[in-house]
């Protein structure tokens, strides 16, 4: 129910069994809420906690959510979100974010914040295809990893770029987390069996 609040600035801190994999989602604001109140990240990404939520879940690993929130937690290694993930120690984290598939052809686009880490990103990119071109469902859903293919190369996201742990930044556009254009609730089924084709692969690369 919280991940459904429209004004409550929250973090959501989950610990499961894995603390060296942490999924963070740092702009969650459910469907139907695009704007945060944030003078830096105006814009939410809508329904991406539920989707962050679900892969830590697959996952068994510890998650944290910020929602709606007041400043830009993975744009400042003080805030809660980055010390929540700094304290967990993790070897590999998974950020959650979205977009409306206006800046890039692809629905899905992965980057680890440098092209010095391609190789990661596409591996990972190549997982995801894999198992998508097994599922007639996602016949049409693209997915690079290739960060010189990439709008959303996240080279000034702090979290993202910490040598701390191996950092994968993903976009995920409408249809992979929100109901339909303009309305509210949760994600579809079908957002939620894309999360497992994500969760699997990330499990065969990273344990």
């Keep these: 129910m919280m991940l459904e609040s429209t004004e409550q600035s929250l973090l959501i801190k989950e610990e499961r ?5 942490v999924v963070g989602v740092p702009h969650h604001a459910p469907a139907g809420t ?5 003078p830096e990240h105006k814009d939410s990404d809508e329904n991406v906690g539920f989707i962050g939520r679900r892969l830590a879940e697959r996952l068994d690993c ?26 967990w120690h993790p070897r ?8 409306g598939k206006v800046r890039t052809p ?14 990661y990103s596409e591996a990972l990119a190549a997982g995801v295809n894999r198992r998508l071109s097994a599922d007639e469902r996602f016949a ?3 997915v690079s990893g290739r960060f010189q293919d990439l709008y959303f190369r996240a ?14 930044h993903i976009e995920l556009s409408s249809r992979l987390r929100k109901p339909a254009v303009g ?8 957002a939620y069996r894309f999360c497992d084709h994500l969760a699997a692969a990330l499990s065969e690369k990273h344990g």
Aim: with cysteine; proline share 5%; glycine share 4%.
């Design 62 to 87: 510890c998650s944290v959510i910020a929602c709606n929130a007041t400043i830009d937690p993975n744009k400042h290694l003080d805030s809660n979100y980055s010390l929540q993930i700094a304290a």
């Design 17 to 21: 069994s894995r603390s060296d994999i």
């Design 155 to 168: 080279t000034k996201t702090l979290t993202i770029t910490d040598t701390r742990w191996l950092a994968y």
């Design 140 to 142: 049409d859903v693209s």
């Design 183 to 190: 309305l509210t609730g949760k994600p579809t089924q079908f």
């Design 34 to 38: 695009p704007s945060l109140p944030c």
């Design 92 to 99: 590999v984290l998974i950020e959650i974010h979205g977009h």
């Design 106 to 119: 692809y629905d899905v686009e992965i980057s680890c914040g440098s092209a010095d880490f391609n190789d």
